[in-house]
């Protein structure tokens, strides 16, 4: 009889033991699928809500640059408050979460102060704006078209279309060269040709030539300056101007109108604009 009450507790204990492992395994599912619940609904609304603004930013017409700089802040903000919201609701001290946070982020800060110095540059590139979203820049080696500015790199789109992610600290240490900033831009070529031949002529020859071609400036005009000159040869300066989206264009048909001068000058017999 005694055996049997032992066993007859033992079972009520082993039952009492399921039932609360039970109940708790209840409640702590639960509260992950509410948390998971959370998370996928709060990602949903922080989408819809950094689309609104920029919608909202663009219809205001921000710069694309500070539009896309600031959609990632706040992106990146509203992520760490769902976080901390989820950790809450689970039951997770928030407060001593907040400090491990920061001793962490102390730790991290040291270890990484190199993300936080390009993060840093990012904001110093928005304020100061040595370019924009859209710029044509070489900067580090690298040059290409400006696609983005994010909180730690700038994004360019090389010539050949590939695209490069430039440290934002390293494109504000190193020197900014900006193709886009001014209305026009000057293509710098040179003509080499025989000593014998009338430069004045080939000059006024040239410029009509040059300035004949497409998307090459009428103001200011076309400049040719004979800038060396030997026993044998001289040399022209060639420099028309044009837009900046147009630089590529002219700088090709412009050599092509210089070969084709070279040509007629080394044709036999040929002796245009001679003295």
Sequence with gaps: MDALNVINIGTDKVNSLLNLVLQYAATFGLK???????????????????????????????????????????????????????????????????????????????????????????????????????????????????????????????????RVLVANNKVFSSTIVNYSVNDYRRVELTATLPATVDEQAVSARLSAQLQAIPHVLATPPVDVQLTSLSADSLTLAVRPYCHNDHYWPVYHQSLEVIRRLLREQAAPGSEPGRR
Excluded at 35 to 59: D, K
Aim: charge should be neutral; proline fraction near 2%.
């Design 32 to 162: 992950l699928l509410v948390a998971a619940l959370i998370w996928i609904v709060g990602r949903w609304s922080i989408g819809m809500v950094v689309r609104m603004l920029q919608r909202y930013l663009t219809r205001q017409r921000f710069d694309p640059t500070v539009l896309r700089y600031l959609g990632s802040f706040v992106t990146v903000t509203l992520n760490i408050i769902l976080v901390v919201a989820i950790l809450g609701y689970c039951g997770i001290e928030t407060t001593s979460f907040a400090a491990l946070l920061a001793a962490v982020g102390l730790a991290i800060g040291m270890a990484w102060s190199g993300l936080l110095a390009n993060l840093a540059a990012g904001g110093f590139i928005i304020v100061l704006r040595p370019f924009k979203v859209g710029d044509s820049i070489a900067v580090d080696t690298v040059s290409g078209r400006v696609e983005e500015i994010g909180l730690f790199s700038t994004a360019l789109d090389t010539a050949e279309n590939v």
